[in-house]
């Protein structure tokens, strides 16, 4: 095979790792470059340096260190029997490239992921080579996201917590049978233990800071996984209710979710059609509500529909509000917080300018449309000064009332 | 009427100190002219205001940071505007707290915008490597909308510390010597570094981190404005991206459709396989198992009945029972090959009432119509039959996708909700309950087949 140059490599090696739909760089320590010999700063809030025309964010400097892989996972452009074409880039490689980018402005750092190639140790210890020299040799305070293989040696993946703001393994499926048919070589149990191994380091690395201060930090960013949606036959109400497990049991940042797509080359045993990107959208929407507007897993069950999945024309906090109308309308002057986080339409920051607002006076509906981005979605729902919806709340083509036009449709949206 | 000059366009500790002497004396804001960098004599005779200092007097927190970014903007009635608020927040404290208030909400808009201005700075300047006196510097070419560049370099100052670098903009430049700041007046386009090369290799890593299988360019440019583009060398890909991505989703399905055909089997078999534990719907919970389609793969027509029966949920097989039996006699009649045919249900666990010993059987409703339909896709993906047949109305809901009458439709070919050709007739169980004109019927269906049957030779 003839030898490939840096640019080829990077075009194989980036193309590979399009599918992993995280690209934060956000929630970890601040940091700085000052006083230090290399470059390099985190300040919180992740930066997106750029958007590709798949709307996705670009923040990091996204690749494999190698596509090659002795696993055979169906969903996987790089499985074992795939025919792209497989490149391998050194450590020393991508710690230039991570560099040279980042000297220009166009990333925040770092997000390395490999396939498996010899063994799983053999490929983290390569993975966390490259942290290793960034953070050491070059001083680098940029932000590190490393993907961990679950049956790497713990004291490796240790390894990769100390160099890495983030650290993440993939739970690939949202059930047990979608990983059985699609990805046979992977195990769940074994996924999720290696889970539950990185919780405790992260909470044994914390308590160690609390106490020593010279103690090192060990991922500050904590961990996230991933699930391929629409793949398997996991319904929305399942997808959910797996996603809360995991927060709950492993203490995970973010559970991500990228929509099936249809990869090169792909096993026969994937589905031919890809599911609607606006379910991605939905499935996002509802990890919100759970994560920041006190909605319960079983809640969010509720707003699916009866074959369990979110409706894909409204939204699920509005799904759940058409279907328990008996909680609305709701008194805008009076409600407690959590009350007028489930009104529909009302975003958190919305809410809490309400709740400050409120106590200067009474909030007619003029006050709440300078608070908002949209009155006519939270009209129905609320009582203002002035302000009552009469039979609004109660009527049925309420949601045909609400439901967003069809607007000029993205180019594939489906 | 009295005259501040201030400093510089961001000169926010100038403006404090005029509108900290001000509001001690209480000076109306219609009294206050506030001017940038201006030459005093330019006022004529009238009288520049010095501020002088007064007794303390605080201010909440927030509005401080709010006045910080609203400094910054481009409008140059800020100063007038935030000088207005401080006189309100004097003689109530807790104005700011108003948030439906329109100065303090207009006030808050501009400061947002001078945030997001200053985050898209962080995130858009893009530096060009040269070699210059004394090494390596780096030099970008930025236009700000709002006036940002100093209150923003510390960003840069913390991010590339031990590097040397500039950043021009047409108002104001900043430099960094790995020591201290400096500044020096706008500058051009044309002062800046044209190129570097590895932005050949940055402009390869976008091109490939690019999904085409998903296109989103409202998501896009809703957080990257196109007013930005012009600096950034990644984005002159933008165009040929989006309009080769169709094209890429299209070859990739295309050649996956087409390399199904040796595959097939494991496919099914794995489909299969993870229906076995569907829980998509809570009907696994009544039946005895999941009763998967049956037949060859390279079937030319694909019958879908309603659901499994009592018989089919203890065989785990289609059509085994009394209706399955009443078409196997139907197909030879009509002349068609059952052991060409697929068949299959478009509900996939047998939903039933307890009645004593009896299972006796209960129509699938549409939610759970809905839910199964996901394996029938698969099947129909996996054999893509030149013709289904929807026996009975449950199995035409979930090919079409909504309730149709099969009297108005049986007879002539329909095109199914997935593009394909698909065919209505009744299920052979309404035969068998059918008390009038059971012959005719049973006749009827017979015809229906044999039409298919044609249909299908047709189509070979």
């Known amino acids: 095979m003839a030898q490939l140059d840096t640019r080829q490599k990077l075009a194989i090696l980036a193309d590979a790792a399009k599918y992993d739909a995280s690209c934060a760089s956000s929630g970890t320590a601040k940091r700085d470059g000052v006083g230090g010999k290399g470059i390099g700063s985190t300040e919180g809030m992740g930066i997106c340096h750029a958007y590709a025309p798949d709307g996705r964010c670009i923040s990091l400097l996204k690749i494999l260190l190698t596509n090659s892989c002795i696993f055979d996972c169906h969903y996987c452009i790089n499985r074992k029997s795939s025919n792209v074409r497989r490149a391998r880039f050194t450590a020393e490689e991508v710690v230039q490239l991570t560099l040279a980018f980042y000297k220009r402005n166009y990333i925040e750092g770092l997000f390395l992921s490999s396939g498996i190639i010899r063994s799983s140790n053999y490929t983290m210890e390569q993975l966390v080579e490259v942290a290793r020299s960034l953070r050491e040799d070059h001083d680098f305070r940029g932000y590190i996201h490393l993907k961990t293989i679950p049956d790497a040696d713990p004291e490796l993946v240790h390894k990769a917590g100390l160099h890495a703001d983030r650290v993440s393994i993939n739970v690939e499926l949202p059930t047990e049978r979608g990983l059985k048919r699609l990805a046979p070589q992977k195990d769940g149990a074994r996924i999720e233990g290696a889970m539950k191994g990185m919780k405790s380091a992260i909470e044994e690395g914390k308590d160690a800071k609390q106490r020593f201060k010279s103690a090192p930090s060990f991922a500050p960013a904590g961990q996230s996984t991933q699930m391929i949606v629409g793949a398997d036959s996991a319904s929305d109400g399942e997808i959910v209710t797996t996603a809360s497990r995991l927060y709950d049991r492993f203490a995970l940042r973010r559970v991500y979710y990228s929509a099936f797509s249809p990869i090169p080359d792909a096993s026969a045993v994937l589905p031919l059609q890809r599911p609607p990107l606006m379910r991605e959208h939905r499935l996002y929407q509802s990890d919100w509500l759970m994560r920041f507007y006190g909605f319960k897993p079983a809640e969010v069950v509720q707003a699916a529909d009866a074959d369990g999945m979110l409706p894909l024309d409204i939204d699920p906090k509005l799904a759940w509000a058409l279907k328990f109308r008996e909680h609305f309308p709701v008194d805008i002057n009076r409600a407690p917080r959590e009350v007028l986080l489930r009104i529909p339409g009302l975003g958190v920051k919305a809410v809490d300018r309400i709740v400050t607002s409120r106590r200067w006076r009474r909030l007619s509906l003029d006050d709440v449309a300078r608070l908002t981005v949209s009155v006519a979605k939270v009209r129905p729902f609320i009582v203002a000064e002035g302000w009552r919806p009469t039979l609004l709340t109660d009527r049925a083509d309420l949601k045909q009332r609400l439901k967003p036009k069809t607007e000029q449709l993205e180019l594939f949206a489906a | ?460």
């Open chain 2, 1 to 460: 009427m009295r005259i501040v000059s201030l400093e510089h366009e961001e000169d926010f500790d100038g403006w404090r100190d005029a509108a900290r002497s001000l509001a001690l004396s209480r000076v109306p804001p219609s009294e206050v002219t506030w001017s940038v960098g201006a030459a005093r004599d330019l006022f004529g005779d009238e009288a520049v205001f010095e501020s002088t200092d007064g007794p303390a007097f605080s201010v909440p927190r927030p509005f401080v940071e709010l006045a910080r970014s609203v400094i910054c903007h481009r409008d140059p009635e800020r100063f007038s505007l935030l000088y207005t608020l401080l006189l309100r927040l004097r003689a109530q404290p807790k104005t700011l707290e108003d948030r439906a208030d329109p100065l303090v909400q207009r006030l808050e808009r501009m400061a947002k915008e001078v945030r997001r201005d200053m985050h898209k700075m962080h995130a858009f300047v893009r530096f060009r490597e040269v070699e210059a006196e004394g090494g390596t510097r780096y030099v970008a070419w930025f236009e700000p909308e709002h006036h940002i560049v100093r209150s923003n370099a510390g960003f840069f100052v913390r991010r590339f510390n031990s590097m040397d670098w500039s950043i021009l903009t047409p108002e104001l430049s900043v430099h960094w010597n790995r020591e201290a700041l400096s500044f020096s007046p706008g500058a051009t386009r044309a002062d800046a570094p044209d190129g570097d090369p590895i932005e050949e290799t940055w402009k390869t890593y976008y091109a490939s981190i690019f999904n085409p299988a998903r296109v989103k360019v409202k998501a896009m440019t809703k957080e990257m404005p196109k007013k930005y583009w012009k600096n950034m060398p990644e984005t002159a890909l933008v165009g040929e991206l989006i309009a080769g991505a169709q094209a890429r989703e299209s070859r990739m399905v295309e050649t996956s459709r087409t390399q199904i055909g040796s595959n097939a089997r494991v496919a099914w078999e794995a489909v299969r396989e993870e229906a076995m534990g569907c829980t998509r719907c809570h009907l696994y919970k009544c039946g005895t198992q999941t009763v998967f389609g049956e037949g060859p793969l390279d079937a030319r027509i694909m019958f879908v009945g309603e659901q499994p029966g009592d018989q089919e949920d203890l065989a785990g097989k289609p059509f085994v029972g009394p209706a399955g039996q009443l078409l196997d006699r139907a197909l030879v009649e009509a002349g068609v090959d059952r052991s060409a045919t697929y068949v299959t249900n478009a509900v996939k666990h047998f939903k039933f009432e307890q009645r004593g010993k009896r299972r006796i059987h209960q129509k699938p409703d549409a939610p759970e119509i809905a839910a199964c339909r996901w394996w029938i896709e698969q099947e129909r993906s996996l054999i893509r039959p030149p013709v289904t047949v929807a026996l009975g109305a449950t199995a035409a809901r979930s090919l079409f996708g909504k309730t149709v009458t099969i009297g108005a439709m049986r007879g002539r070919p329909h095109e199914a909700l997935d593009g394909g050709e698909a065919w209505v007739t009744v299920h052979p169980s309404y035969l068998l309950r059918v008390r009038d004109n059971k012959e005719e019927e049973y006749a009827r269906f017979v015809e229906d087949l044999h039409r298919i049957g044609e249909r299908v030779k047709a189509l070979a």
